[in-house]
């Protein structure tokens, strides 16, 4: 684009119209259409980055990834930009940057150049939609726990595992987390820790790797 000597050139993309054209190429995802837990995989420039969709209306999510989230991070997903002042609202799209607001500051990655949604994060089991005495194995990153479902009305379960429970010990199953303020009641899930009252204390488990109910006969060991 040229100007006239000493004035002031903006590059198209950056203007009203380049912006409107270039967020009409891009092929992208809008995540206020997304379900609650939908788990993101977003490669940029220089990072691949992992999103949970916690609230897809008020476009909460959790983000990791690179030096910016090395952990978890619940985040406010303000939408796709072109590096400019212009933003596509809960938008993420293929050539342009994501930008955030978490730690009370503005994040802007560098361009997006893929993305894909997965299962990971979502993949679980509904306690309330178990039968009396079912069992299953839930397998963290550092424990296997043995759980039978003891009252699926209200998330009452007997779990060994570990050194919280060396021995079968009765617990309330609140649901998955990832760690911090966000829960999803009554829920295994992969990608996610268990969160459980037992003794007076509640004990929140590593992340879940892997589900498997599984058919057991013996006898559960009593009385209870």
């Known amino acids: 684009m040229q100007g006239k000597p000493g004035s002031l050139v903006v590059p198209h993309r950056h203007t009203l119209d ?8 891009s092929d992208g995802i ?3 259409q997304l379900d609650v837990l939908t788990t993101l995989t977003v490669s940029t420039s220089n990072t691949v980055y992992r999103l949970v969709i916690l609230d897809p209306l008020d476009a909460r999510v959790l983000v990791q990834g690179g030096q910016l989230f090395p952990q978890f991070t619940e985040a406010r997903f303000n939408g796709a930009s072109s590096g400019g002042s212009f933003l ?8 342009l940057r994501m930008e955030f607001y978490a730690h009370g500051k503005r994040v802007v990655t560098s361009r997006v150049k893929s993305l894909a949604q997965v299962s990971d994060a979502s993949a679980g089991i509904d ?5 009396t005495f ?3 194995v839930a397998t963290t990153a550092n424990t296997s726990y043995q759980i039978t479902v003891l ?19 009765k617990a309330r199953l609140f649901g998955g987390s990832f760690g911090g303020s966000f829960l999803k009641p009554n829920w295994f899930g992969c990608g996610l820790r268990m969160e459980l009252y037992s003794g007076g204390y509640r004990v929140i488990t590593s992340t ?4 498997e109910v599984t058919q057991d006969d013996a006898k559960l060991p009593g009385p209870f």
């Open 18 to 25: 380049g912006f409107t054209a270039t967020t009409q190429r």
């Open 30 to 32: 809008d995540i206020s």
């Open 88 to 95: 596509k609202l809960a938008w993420i799209g293929r050539g």
């Open 127 to 131: 306690l309330h939609k178990l039968e």
């Open 134 to 136: 079912e069992t299953l």
């Open 151 to 169: 009252d699926p009305s209200r998330s009452h379960i007997l779990i060994r595992g570990g050194r919280f429970f060396p021995e079968p010990t």
């Open 208 to 211: 879940v790797r892997s589900l």
